[in-house]
């Protein structure tokens, strides 16, 4: 088993986040992303793009292509009195996420709001927060043939891999949740070495209990 951090940012492909409409940058990539993206949600205040439609719309904006010079600036170049902002946190988050594809954001009316919060002694910090919605979680990368075997087997008795050869695929989906439930039970009844797997990732993954696609190879039992 290989496992390292690069395994855990490459699992996202889908987050959310909320951008509020009473703050300045936030509302500016709103209005662009009306006018520049297809929504392929169908709810009220809420938009689902592809990234790259997401990156091409801010950049239609001079202004916001300008706060992503600050944000360039401040990795080379620290500024003490630099203020972060919506703009500063979306890139810090898609330039870590090398799978993400699509982006969910919702509108907030809310004309109170702060992205403050509290840290270890009572400091306060400026923070993003998002929320990952589906993943792709790709075990061939991390686990040796026996071990995708095992794997394996364990999934068919569950009855979320098909047991019919002609039947099975490379790959299924499921919970976050449920996925590290069941990796427990097969840690806890000494079948397959989990530990490791649920350890290497980081909890918002559990947490946030994004639909994953687990990749899979198989060999014919």
Known sequence: MLIDNKFELEIPTHISFTLYKND?????????????CRNESSKDNEFIVSLDDFQSAIKTSSFLRAEIQKTLAQDSLPNPNFKPNSIFFLKSIIDRLPNLDKITFKISDEKIFSRLVKVDGGREIVSFHFNIIEGTFDLTQILEREQLDTFNKRFMQAGIIKNKYLERTPYFYIKAQSLFDILAQMDEAQVFDAFEIITSVDPKLEEDDPILLVKTDYTPY
């Open 24 to 36: 300045y940058i936030d509302n500016l990539i709103i209005s662009k992303v009306k006018k520049e």
